[in-house]
């Protein structure tokens, strides 16, 4: 079952593509199973980093919402594209190196266990580097990032995904339209659809 990771700053458009995914690879004899986005389940759940206490505790919340969430993916057929709406290294978006690696390593995992969960990453680059006059939080009423703050995260999404052999970074270049194309694109080749 091919695990496809869909990632990227705020503003990237990973919502837009995966729900332009869905119906692509259906139309192509597909079945296709969608992990939401763990985080903004549980910030529509009221809980944040302040009332968690710190952005460690609010981050392990979502990682562990996400391991949850694909261990249930094991009852799936072999055949099922996954498409993932974030992955497991997503919180280095927000945290520092340190606290990721403790994270990774109180479930027993390394940076590499975490890119192994996985056959593609698929980086959109947020709207905030290139496209700055198209970023906005209309997308998701939970999104908290103003532009400088998702740059950075962005940036150190990449930094996170980095050790992922098939890790491909979808820019702004050309029309948003272009962008949608590409990433479909090499979507569909990690899916092995050619």
């Known amino acids: 079952m091919p695990k496809i990771v869909i990632t990227g700053g705020p503003c990237a458009g990973k919502t837009t593509l995966i729900g332009m995914l869905g119906p692509e690879l259906v139309e192509r004899g597909k079945s296709v199973h969608v992990l939401e986005e763990c985080a903004t389940e549980v910030l529509a759940q009221g809980l944040t980093p302040d009332t968690c206490g710190s952005v460690l505790a609010f981050q392990r919340h979502v990682f562990d919402r996400q391991l949850k969430k694909e261990e249930a993916l094991a009852a799936l057929d072999d055949d099922v594209i996954v498409l993932l709406d974030r992955g497991l290294m997503d919180n280095a978006g927000y945290l520092p190196d340190d606290e990721l690696d403790m994270l990774l390593a109180e479930r027993g995992m390394t940076r590499a266990d975490a890119y192994a969960r996985y056959d593609a990453v698929i980086h959109l680059v947020t709207a905030a ?66």
Do not use: C, M
């Open 129 to 194: 580097i290139g496209a700055e006059q198209y970023f906005s939080h209309a997308t998701n009423e939970h999104r908290l990032e103003g532009v400088d703050e998702a740059v950075r995260v962005d940036e150190a999404l990449v930094r996170g995904w980095s050790g992922h052999p098939n890790l491909q970074i979808i820019d702004n270049e050309g029309t948003f339209d272009d962008k949608l194309a590409r990433a479909v694109a090499a979507v569909l080749k990690a899916a092995g659809i050619e």
